[in-house]
């Protein structure tokens, strides 16, 4: 099933998330929803904030970056089955040089800026099963987790931006808490209080 997605300027997308048990109603459902939900807005990582949920919870699927001709063969087999789900993730440690990479957000849509982030990401977390992983990722994967990391922690990626780039996206992010947008996924207003 579809949700709509959540818009910059709902205050869910601003808490700490929680973390859940094995035992967080209809878990699986809610996951499958989640892919739905990002396939349909045709993103590569979707996290609970944003579909209105404050919980540590967020999924991934890379594979529309493989196609990325500038990538080695190697990247783009990594990126190709990285089809994940993260719950209860911690971040252990980010190293490595920062890079910039443009970015996007499905609750800010129409807005992408260069994005600063270290190179390699080691994140602890549960998968679907509940079973525990501590692994490290590089490049555009980890570039994804970091990204969705940060929904978890109440972070958007506007927040990183110069103070400069803040006032000249103002309007726009304005717009976008209004509904004052186009878009063709379904999305829920802070100001409207109510789905399209
Ligand atoms: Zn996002």
Redesign the pocket.
């Known amino acids: 099933m579809i949700l709509p997605i959540i818009a910059y300027g709902d205050t869910v997308l601003r808490k700490k998330a929680t973390d859940i048990d094995k035992d967080y109603p209809n878990l699986d459902q809610l996951i499958a929803n989640m892919f739905d939900t990002m396939y349909n807005a045709s993103g590569v990582?979707l996290?609970a904030p944003?579909i209105g949920l404050p919980i540590r919870l967020f999924v991934i699927d890379a594979t529309p970056f493989a196609d990325d001709e500038d990538l080695s063969e190697e990247d783009k087999a990594v990126l190709k089955g990285l089809k994940k789900v993260f719950i209860n993730a911690k971040v252990i440690n980010e190293e490595g040089d920062e890079w910039a990479f443009n970015e996007g957000?499905?609750?800010i849509p129409d807005i992408r800026e260069d994005i600063f982030r270290h190179e390699f990401v080691e994140i602890e977390y549960l998968d679907e099963k509940f079973e525990k992983h501590r692994e490290k990722f590089s490049g555009l994967s980890a570039r994804v987790i970091q990204?969705?990391y940060d929904?978890i922690e109440g972070i958007?990626?506007t927040d990183k931006l110069s103070s400069l780039k803040k006032r000249l996206i103002k309007g726009k992010l304005n717009n976008i808490s209004k509904g004052n947008i186009k878009i063709n996924y379904r999305m829920r207003f802070p100001e409207i209080k109510k789905s399209r």
């Open positions: 990582g996290a944003q957000c499905l609750s990204h969705e929904h958007l990626f």
